[in-house]
Structure formats: C-alpha cells, structure tokens
C-alpha cells in the first residue's frame, strides 16, 4: 500500500523564479492538502483539492496555485519566489472528509 | 483562526523516563491526532482519537481525548533515544460540507538523552 509520494526531495531557487512541486495521494484517498512549514513552526495550511478543484484555501497570496488531476495527484506552483517561501512544504491526502490525513515526506524548498 | 496551545514546547529528559505532553483549544474537536515528526520529514500519523474520553494506546504511546473535547494529552512511556522528535497534536473542523480543515499546535520538541 503506497503512501504519500512528494518530489522533488529538494530544491534551490533564486528569488523571482517560479516552482512546481508534485503530490501523489496514498492508494483510496482523492483529496489533497497542501501546507507550508517554516522551521520550528507547526503546519500552515495552503489550500486543499478535491475532484480537480480547490476546495479551500487559506490565508496565502495568490502566488501560490495548485492543480489536482483525474488520478488524484496534486501540483503545487509558486510564481515571483520571495525569499520568505523558504520552507518544507508538506502534501496531505485523505479520503473525502474523513477525519485524518497523512503526510508525504515533504518538499524542502530553498530560496536564494 | 483556530489556535491548539500545545505544551511543554520543549523537554529534555532521561532515556527510561516518562513523557506527558498535552495540546488545548478553545473550540470543541470532534478528533484529535497526535503526529511525529523527525527533522526534515513529514510528520507520521501516531494515534487518531474520535470519541470524548476515549483512551487509545499504540506500544509505548497512549493518548487521551478530554471529556471536554477541547483538549488532549499524549504520554509516552520508557523513553528510548528514537523517541528524538517534534509531536504535534492536529484537530479537523469541519467549515462546509465535505470539507475539514486541519489545526495544528505549535509542536513539543522532545529530546531523550542516552
């Protein structure tokens, strides 16, 4: 039973420059979450897809976008990168509404 | 927003003690998850507790939903040095149909010395 997959591990970009990071769910989950985590910081949710769409989002400029596909994986872009979006950035899955989700290992995102 | 106060934020202790650690709310949870993360991965699924009062072990760890709902506490027992980790306490609310959010604490940082 695969679980959460996250790429790329991790990435270097300069300020201005645009990313993409990728999400696939854990095998039976089709809605998945997207959260920011700055070092010693809890989990900041971003936004959350669900049948293609994004369901809900929180409180993030619309610099960051996302996508979900038909086969439930998830992208998360970031265009014009600020020094500040330095961060892991964590995909969560889970299936509908239910009440617990699970995490991939995470994206570690740099920002020269 | 919603806020989970999670305490102590860090403890350093004993390999072989016990470890209490607790996560509080405002608001009412209908669950509460306990998660571990160690540095540079995500944060791993510990114990999921859906009931008010209920007690939920998994080897060393239990962890408790308040009877008020607005708070839980994990306890971790006979400390070894892998224990080495962030915990998080996490709780879903729902805003809108088909939709939980996810809150999480600020995290207890938990060091075990050999």
């Known amino acids: 039973d695969a679980g959460v997959t996250q790429s790329p591990t991790h990435l270097i970009k300069t300020r201005g420059q645009q990313v993409t990071l990728r999400c696939s769910p854990k095998?039976?989950?089709?809605?998945v979450s997207w959260y920011q985590q700055a070092l010693g910081q809890g989990p900041q949710f971003i936004f959350q897809y669900y049948e293609e769409e994004e369901r809900q989002r929180g409180n993030f400029p619309d610099r960051f976008s996302g996508h979900q596909f038909p086969n439930y994986s998830s992208e998360l872009n970031v265009n014009a990168l600020l020094l500040g979006d330095s961060a892991l950035y964590l995909c969560a899955s889970s299936f509908g509404a239910q009440e617990t989700q699970y995490f991939g290992p995470g994206t570690r995102l740099l920002v020269l | 927003g919603q806020q989970l106060n999670q305490s102590p934020q860090s403890m350093f202790i004993q390999e072989g003690e016990d470890v209490s650690m607790n996560c509080t709310s405002s608001?009412?949870?209908?669950?509460w998850l306990w998660y571990k993360q160690d540095p540079g991965e995500g944060p791993v699924l510990l114990i999921a507790l859906y009931k008010a009062g209920e007690l939920t072990s998994n080897g060393r760890l239990t962890a408790q939903f308040g009877i008020t709902r607005k708070d839980s506490f994990l306890n971790i027992s006979a400390s070894i040095p892998s224990d080495v980790g962030i915990y998080f306490c996490a709780g879903p609310m729902l805003l809108s149909y088909n939709f939980n959010k996810f809150y999480f604490g600020s995290g207890t940082k938990l060091n075990v010395k050999p």
């Open positions: 608001s009412i949870f209908n669950t």
């Open positions: 095998s039976g989950h089709d809605t």
